[in-house]
């Protein structure tokens, strides 16, 4: 079944079945990084550039692992470093590099919706690596492969999501790809880190993380950005902690069999303790590896549509 | 016809059946950048260092792109980042890498001619990537591929380059070359943008644009820097919108089939309005195309003249 | 014969085989330097990360032509660009790095042992690329290694070591392993920049450079930080240069086949005269050409030793 997007924007245009096919892919692909040779031909000659205009080691370097264990060929466009800094506009920059013959352009940038923008103007497939507060669809995607691999399922199942959801791309993505692949999602924090269209995006609220724990069979524990002490949203971040963070004896009121996930990078002893992050429920870890399966589907089917698409071209012109 | 010079340094050492050696190269790889495998295994084990002592993400990308779709091996040594900061001298910096054994450098400094003074010093191969205000050859053969493939001659064209002449190397191989192939070069800016030595190079001068463009079958569009304001060669940018610009009413003045040319990044709305950079006589997005396919023929005729250097050095040996 | 270790996290651990089996597979990988295809396919899908959280052009250069020569994937993680930023312990960057499946971490940091923990850590093999003022023992084989290529044995060679012992990785590498390999080692600084455990690390002592020059076979001279006058550790770089600088006049008191090292980058006209740094006895670009073949063969052995490990569990596991 070849993957009929050009880009991969967000988790909201998904249907289920594409995301049944992306995992199914990622799940097939994974064993890959575990032999003696990690590397497969797939996409050998194709062009991978990372654009990021956010800084991001880990995100960037899962995608360049992912692309170079499909033998793609990648480039680094900071934004700091880049033409930008001589005023060049974003899309200048874009379709300068779309010239030099890509297939496809990672994306990472503030301000929300700037992928989806560029994608609309260029040929070249985008995949969304962040985008403000807006999405994170790769780390969606990664998470609800870990839940499934370690739950057998999404339908029925109750993710109750910790933390600064208002600002959270992470939070968005999971949201929305939890609902469709039908998990029940309860979000807990203080009011003010909350969104207000929650309940339109069918996320149950409770302000008292000990309330919701029972039910929970997964527990996405969200990373606290210390600048919304700054910005007033919160009185202190021991306070924070004290309310809101998840350690050992208030994962005692959840289920033995539920899991703890987090999106790293981890400000321990904040949203989390360090018991319960290296703890036996803890699969922060399995998160990342999985987070390169992901990514080398989500390159797989774009680059493998691009040959689809170029092999449709050729039997055209013949 | 193997390439019988180890360094590529600028135009103006150039004879006229090299360059036109080079563009045949160019034309002739272009079409791996369509492939849906956009790899060739001509450089492979070859090994490519980019030092680079100014910033550039545009040509460093362009040589990268060049160099890995040909197979070479690629590094990317910074200025700022060297050891050069530790007091090093940039001689023992290129003998250290030198002693590596690399098999071309790609050069980028503010000094102009710091890369004929290293090309002198070292076995290695040296392509000048921009030299201070002196030459910039790979930008001025892109330029001559797009003008011959979208005109079939250089050979009694007129080409009018608009523009900080003075400060710009991108101008200087421009000139070089298009002298040496035929073409009638005319230069157009205010006084204090212009060489003293444009006479001496062959080139007429012109201060009113509007004069010139009739005549014109290629508009050679120069960025502006902005502190060129500031060094008071400017009394506003304004101004110099107003009076060399090049918007649409002043390109009607031109011939319908005159074609406009921009090196990049474009300051839009300074030395060029974005209808006429996305018009249909911009060509400035193929000159980026074309830059990739320039910058393979350079590496593959130096990586070549290596290669025949060194299978001459063994059947020697023999 | 393979390589029994996982890390390489200094010369101290090594026996003496083990030393002299780096060195036998560095000097037979050695000519894949200077061959026209410059790579073999020894580690294919091998993942390789460098962890720099000192700069390093040159040691990371070195390591990462070294890796791609035997075909492994490289990635570069930066100290200050990382998430280490974000507040995330060395430990976690590690542990979600190990994740995506690595086979080596080369690590440099400015904590001394900062390898060693890390190691114990992970099952990834880790290479001590430089920590603290500890050991650097890819730089003391590199040395070694020129040493014996040069002279033909190590066991009863005079090496004579001047300038900032009590701070340098390097000459506490080199100390450790020429020890091991019967050398006899002299020191030789001002008494400021000489630790107290020399004799006690076998190293004898010397103030004036002048009386221990005639017996010298190799004179490593180590580079000189600069920052050393600011903590009064010395008078002044000029008053430096006349006691313990290695010129011509000196190094005239030396036997005519002594050798003159420096790990690089020098100061010229301090710790070296230029006439000596480029004269017929220096020996410092062999060593940057011998470091390339050091760290092939520690990547070699240590993926092969990966292979290996892995291949034994695939057996026991049939």
Known sequence: MPFKRKDLLGLRDLAVDEIEHILDTAFSLKEINTRSIKKVPTLRGKTVIHLFYEPSTRTRTSFDIAAKRL????????????????????????KNLESMNPDIFIIRHSASGAPHRLAARTPVSVINAGDGMHEHPSQGLLDMMTILEKKGR???????????????????SNILG????????????????????????????????????????????????????????????????????????????????????????????????????????????DQVTNGVAVRMALLYLMGQGESSRAAAQREESV
């Open 178 to 285: 939890l609902n469709k692949m039908g998990a029940r999602v309860v979000a807990c924090a203080p009011p003010t880190l909350l969104p207000a269209d929650l309940s339109l995006m069918g996320v149950e609220v409770c302000f008292k993380v000990d309330e919701a724990l029972p039910d929970a069979d997964v527990i996405m524990v969200l990373r606290l950005q210390t600048e919304r002490q700054q910005q007033m949203l919160l009185p202190s971040l021991r306070e924070y902690s004290i309310c809101y963070g998840i350690n050992r004896s208030r994962l005692a009121k959840a289920r033995e069999d539920a899991i703890v996930m987090h999106p790293g990078p981890v400000n321990r002893g904040v949203e989390i303790s360090p018991d319960v992050a290296d703890g036996p429920q803890s699969v922060i870890l």
């Open 154 to 172: 999404l339908d029925g199942l109750t993710v109750l999501i910790v933390g600064d959801i208002a600002h959270s791309r992470v939070a968005r």
């Open 71 to 94: 033998s793609a060929d990648t480039y680094s466009i900071a934004g700091s470093s880049s033409s930008m800094v001589k005023g060049e506009t974003f899309l200048d920059t874009l």
